[in-house]
């Protein structure tokens, strides 16, 4: 096998595999997985299994038309699974925003903002979210994911030690271990565990500790036991760090976040973010103290060695930033779908978790019976998210329906009947 698309011959079962498999593979041919993985693509697709990488012919919004694979043709469907919880990406004075920019700035200005890649519009967004996250200074990377990798490895040593939340995202666990520091994590929300593990380098000298957490966890979008976590991170001498991608705009009286949830603002050490999700872009921020921000700027190399956001994104989250605050009545009405649903789903018998978010785990457990579930409800036009391990626990996979504010009842009542439908066919419920 050269590596070439020709090589599949649907050899595998797909039914007895899963993603992970593909992975640890020892071979004289490098390419000799991405062969194997190929086959078990091909026959996940033509299983129909397969609902990934949908192209999409619109913008976000609760309807949308794709691109249909399996029928050829564009489709109609409902968005379950986009993080544009306050559906700002479409809003009118977003997209004025974006568009001035563009006309004043190109589309990116190509290069790191060491260099050429530092805008007015940067410095005032950091500038703006520095102030909308009570911390002295912040900065912005191009990505959520290069946001946590340089906060990480531009602070951590390997004297040092970081402990995460064994359910953080991706971003933090790659950023814990290319730190090469110390690396401890305790099982989910268990206060306990962080406990033993922060007595077991309280004597330890020269180690500087950092603990990790998420506001909003993004696979089961339950929250952080801050307030418990705060104080252990201060009786233990470790400084603290909150990843509010998922909280961000979304969580807390006026949507700054799970740190106005908890009244902790202005008292955690790290305040990361993304635009992502309800900002409506992409890119990410990390707030904290002037001289740790300096710090990182010139530390973190996803940072120094990387062009910087396009002033186009930059523009739209700012604009997105104040409307956020203008209109409080997106976040009611985002609550009030999340509460319909949750309440809704329990009733018709299914395990929606622990969520107090946008987003709700719907557990399947099963991994095939949950990519048959997804076959037929993208057919029924439910675009929604199916999270397989290794992204989640062994046995937890699970849907994962992110709401919107601009979901309307009937959106929502027919996601109910296509789910319920779909899960009495699999007895799930
Ligand atoms: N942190 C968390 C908690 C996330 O869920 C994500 C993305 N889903 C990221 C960081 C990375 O952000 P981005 O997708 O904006 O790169």
Redo the contacts with the bound molecule.
């Keep these: 096998m050269d590596g070439s698309v020709e090589d599949g011959n649907n050899m595998i079962n797909s039914d007895d595999y899963s993603l992970i498999d593909f992975i640890e593979y020892a071979d004289d041919n490098l390419f000799a997985k991405a062969n194997l993985f190929y086959e078990y693509a091909e026959d996940y697709i033509d299983k129909k299994y397969f609902t990934f990488f949908r192209p999409m012919l619109t913008s976000c919004s609760p309807r949308v038309k794709i691109f249909d694979r399996y029928s050829g043709k564009p489709k109609d469907m409902i968005m379950m699974a986009s993080?544009n919880y306050l559906n700002l990406s479409t809003h009118p004075d977003v997209i004025r925003a974006g568009k001035e920019a563009l006309e004043k700035y190109g589309s990116g200005l190509c290069g790191s903002p060491i260099l050429c890649g530092y805008s007015e519009i940067h410095r005032q967004l950091e500038e703006k979210l520095a102030r909308f996250k009570s911390c002295e200074d912040c900065m912005i990377f191009p990505?959520?994911?290069?946001?946590?990798l340089g906060i990480l490895t531009s602070l951590l040593r390997k004297n040092d030690v970081v402990i995460t939340d064994r359910l953080?995202?991706?971003?933090?666990m790659d950023g814990a271990i290319f730190s090469g520091a110390q690396f401890r994590n305790f099982s989910h929300n268990d206060t306990a565990k962080l406990e033993r593990i922060l007595r077991q380098y309280e004597k330890k000298e020269k180690t500087g500790k950092l603990i990790v957490v998420?506001g909003?966890?993004?696979m089961d979008g339950d929250i952080a036991r801050l307030p418990a976590i705060k104080e252990l991170a201060s009786r233990y001498n470790a400084r603290l760090m909150v990843?509010e991608?998922?909280a961000t705009g979304v969580i807390g009286k006026t949507g700054k976040g799970s740190l106005e949830h908890h009244g902790l603002e202005g008292r955690i050490d790290i305040v990361?973010g993304?635009?992502?999700?309800a900002l409506a872009g992409?890119?990410?921020f990390v707030c904290s103290g002037r001289k740790v921000i300096n710090y990182i700027r010139f530390y973190a190399r996803s940072y120094f060695f990387s062009a910087s956001l396009s002033p186009v994104v930059a523009a739209c989250v700012s604009k997105a930033l104040d409307v956020i605050q203008a209109e409080p009545d997106r976040r009611e009405r985002l609550f009030e779908n999340i509460r319909y649903m949750v309440e809704n789903l329990t009733k018709l018998g299914f395990n929606a978790g622990q969520t107090q978010s946008a987003i709700i785990p719907v557990f399947i457990g099963d991994d095939l019976v949950l990519r048959k579930m997804s076959r037929d409800i993208h057919k029924k036009g439910i675009f929604l998210n199916s999270i397989f391990f290794p992204a989640v626990p062994r046995d937890s996979s699970r849907i994962r329906l992110s709401l919107m504010a601009d979901h309307s009842r009937e959106d929502l009542d027919q996601t109910l009947n296509v789910l319920e439908k779909t899960a009495r066919k699999y007895g799930v419920i």
């Excluded at 990505?143 to 946590?148: C, P, R, V």
């Excluded at 993304?274 to 999700?277: A, L, M, P, Q």
């Design positions: 993080n990505a959520g994911f290069s946001t946590n953080d995202h991706a971003s933090i998420e909003v966890y993004s990843d991608a998922h990361m993304t635009f992502s999700k992409m890119g990410g």
